[in-house]
Structures are given as structure tokens and as C-alpha cells.
């Protein structure tokens, strides 16, 4: 009995947007890596809201709570809060890889990245242990994921190769960067 190979690559939809998609399935140290100062700022004031507003509240309006009970609500409000902040620095991040806000920075580092990849001869998005199936599975998964993440914080931790653009235009620009040191150097 003869089984039929599954199918590893499902393309995915592009969503149109105002600003050219990057990667619709960005890893997660890429989204860390490409964050803007404004994203950690951003962030930042995110999470010191949750104590800030609690501190404000208890000075306007007293909880009396008996010894050591406000200062285990000011830190469960300051976990809460970091991780939120967290949460709204990696969304505001994803979303210009996406293409969902300006994302002229990114693009140009992403270009940047990739050509030395193809330089060096390096796979553009990392190797992977994961079987060519398994990591189709991990994109379908992890794909547009930063849209969903109030209500589901879910991260790409996969190298695969399936992320909604055409790699054709990193090898282009290499060939041409390539092509230009030579008549570089020839020419010297």
C-alpha cells in the first residue's frame, strides 16, 4: 500500500495593506531585533500603567487593605503590566512586518539581512530540525499570529521557509551588489 506524500506548503493569503508585507510569519528574534525605540517606549509606559494607575487610585481612594496587602496588589499589578507591555511592544513590532504601519526602517534592514545571507550562502531563514511538514504546520500555526495576540500571545519560534514573499528579490539585489564589486575591482 502505497502512501501518498503530504502536501508541506499551503500558500498563504496576503492581506492588502498600505505598506509592502515583510515577512507574514516573522521569527521572534527578528520582531526583537527590528523593534523601533518608539516600540520599547510604548511598552514601557504600558507596563508601568497597571501600578502607575494603581498607586494613583489608592492616593485618591484608599482600599485600607491590612498590612502587606497593597504591596501584593502593586506587584501583581506590576507582572500583569510587564507582560502586557511586552505583549503591545512585540504586537506594535509585528505589525510593520506586516505591513499594517509604515515599515520603510524594517524594509531596508530586512533587505540588508537577507542579501548577506544569500552572500554568504547561508539558508535566508535559518535552519530547522523540523521535517519540511511539521514546519508548514508550525507557519499555518504562527501566521498573522501578532493580529490575535490580546487575545492569544502566540510566538514564532520556527525557522521555516514560508513567509508570504518572493525571495526572488534578495538573490536579485545580491547578484547586482555582487556584480558591482566586481566591476569594482576590475576597474581599479
Known amino acids: ?22 515577512d507574514n510569519d516573522p521569527h521572534f528574534r527578528r520582531v526583537v531585533g527590528y523593534a523601533r525605540t518608539s516600540d520599547y517606549i510604548h511598552g514601557t509606559v504600558a507596563a508601568a500603567a497597571g501600578p502607575g494607575l494603581l498607586l494613583t487610585m489608592e492616593k485618591f481612594a484608599p482600599s485600607h487593605v491590612g498590612r502587606g496587602g ?81 487575545v492569544l500571545p502566540w510566538f514564532n519560534f520556527v525557522n521555516h521557509s514560508q513567509h508570504g514573499v518572493d525571495t526572488a528579490k534578495y538573490y536579485i539585489r545580491a547578484e547586482q551588489e555582487l556584480e558591482a564589486e566586481r566591476s569594482g575591482k576590475s576597474s581599479s
Not at 80 to 101: C, D, E, K, P, W
Not at 134 to 140: C, H, I, L, P, S
Open 1 to 22: 500500500m502505497a502512501t501518498t506524500p503530504q502536501q508541506t506548503y499551503i500558500p498563504s493569503k496576503v492581506t492588502p495593506s498600505e505598506y509592502p508585507l515583510i
Open 70 to 150: 497593597f504591596a501584593r496588589a502593586l506587584r501583581l499589578a506590576g507582572v500583569i503590566g510587564a507582560i502586557g507591555g511586552f505583549l503591545y511592544f512585540y504586537q506594535r513590532s509585528s505589525l510593520r512586518f506586516y505591513g499594517m504601519s509604515e515599515n520603510a526602517r524594517e524594509i531596508d534592514m530586512d533587505m540588508k539581512e537577507m542579501v548577506s545571507k544569500v552572500k554568504s550562502g547561508e539558508p535566508l531563514y535559518g535552519e530547522s530540525k523540523l521535517t519540511p511538514h511539521m514546519q508548514g504546520v508550525a507557519a499555518r500555526q504562527s501566521r498573522y499570529s501578532a493580529l490575535f495576540t490580546a
